[in-house]
Nanobody, 116 residues
Framework: QVQLVESGGGLVQPGGSLRLSCAASGTIFRNAAMAWYRQVPGKERELVARIGSSYNTKYADSVKGRFTISRDNAKNTVDLQMNSLRSEDTAVYYC??????????WGQGTQVTVSS
């Protein structure tokens, strides 16, 4: 059974930094694409960043140059380093692991609030 557990969310002032981490159980991690999504009330969940099994990355235009996604296959973790945070980055952030159309898993979410 696969579980994803996020950590690292919280309250930060504009311009500040946070680092989110997602720990995955199970044995499919190294073959899966890992991603961070975010969602605000009333809006659809949106992709923030993705890192493939070959370490190729993709970022939403709104976070390019500010956020960095990384993975550690030895620890089954994926991190999201968020710098220069803005109020519009406020959202619940979700970790996603996808190895196939069947093997698609979500974490419970962690709140990030950017406010002075």
């Amino acid at each position: 059974q696969v579980q994803l557990v996020e950590s690292g969310g919280g309250l930060v002032q504009p311009g500040g930094s946070l680092r989110l981490s997602c720990a995955a159980s199970g044995t499919i991690f190294r073959n899966a694409a890992m991603a961070w999504y975010r969602q605000v009330p009333g809006k659809e969940r949106e992709l923030v960043a993705r890192i493939g099994s070959s370490y190729n990355t993709k970022y939403a235009d709104s976070v390019k140059g500010r956020f960095t996604i990384s993975r550690d296959n030895a620890k089954n973790t994926v991190d999201l380093q968020m710098n220069s945070l803005r109020s519009e980055d406020t959202a619940v952030y979700y970790c996603n692991m996808r190895a196939s159309t069947i093997d698609d898993y979500w974490g419970q979410g962690t709140q990030v609030t950017v406010s002075s």
